[in-house]
């Protein structure tokens, strides 16, 4: 039985229309097919199975007056919630995920916060084999099967948490810093370098770390050189 206090009513009545919109777009765009999406299924193949199981929760923070590190450490503490509510196993609980939603965000706003926050917390997550997604109207990210598909705008801007899946990779060989992508195939690959089910991707982290970490070693020379040539 759930009790609540008139406070909590009144934040209840504001934060529902957004939790309401937010599940429909969940019903009507992630869990359905779309004429651009360039495969069949659903936008996230997750989603149906998420919504049988009753594994989606969702969360309104009210940010307009937050600083970004504010943002950031609430968003980390979604991190340990999430890692502690069940279902904690990951097989069972592959489908589990939380959506922050963020509605107070002006449009000029929502990329300098979502995106900055989700760039700079993105290793956390990582580093526990979780994701944590961007999504907002103006998000520029292309479909894995159809660049001119974007699937990650919704109608009002949120971070999503899941557990990480093996399906994941195109989305961490793309960071642009080779450090920071060394990192993410390290935690990729340490999360499923011994239970991996499609060789292919195992083999294409594996290259991408090679070559990530050839590009630090060929920037450390170059940096060297340089050095040298100034000093000379």
């Known amino acids: 039985m759930l009790l609540y206090t008139p406070i909590e009513i009144d934040q209840i009545q504001k934060d529902l229309p957004y939790l309401i919109e937010i599940q429909q777009w969940v019903h009507s765009f992630l869990a359905k097919p779309h004429h651009d999406l360039g495969r069949s299924g659903p936008v996230c193949p997750f989603v149906p199975h998420s919504l049988k199981s009753n594994n989606i929760q969702m969360g309104v923070i009210h940010a307009k007056n937050l600083e970004p590190q504010q943002v950031e450490e609430i968003v980390l503490r979604y991190r340990d919630i999430f890692l502690e509510i069940e279902p904690r196993d990951r097989e069972i609980g592959i489908n589990k995920a939380i959506l922050l939603i963020f509605p107070e965000l002006d449009i000029e706003e929502t990329s300098k916060l979502i995106d900055g926050v ?27 099967h159809n660049p001119n598909f974007r699937p990650l705008r919704s109608p009002i801007p949120l971070l999503a948490i899941r557990f990480m899946v093996e399906s994941d990779l195109p989305f961490l060989i793309n960071a642009d810093d080779p450090a920071l992508r060394i990192k993410y195939l390290e935690a990729y690959l340490q999360r499923f370098g011994n239970e991996v089910r499609d060789n292919k991707n195992l083999n294409n982290a594996r290259q991408a770390l090679a070559l990530a970490q050839e590009q630090i070693k060929q920037e450390k020379l170059l940096h060297s050189c340089c050095e040298y040539a100034v000093a000379k």
């Open 118 to 144: 989700q760039q700079k917390l993105k290793l956390f997550f990582v580093d526990v084999g979780l994701m944590l997604g961007e999504f907002h109207k103006r998000n520029e990210t292309p479909g894995l």
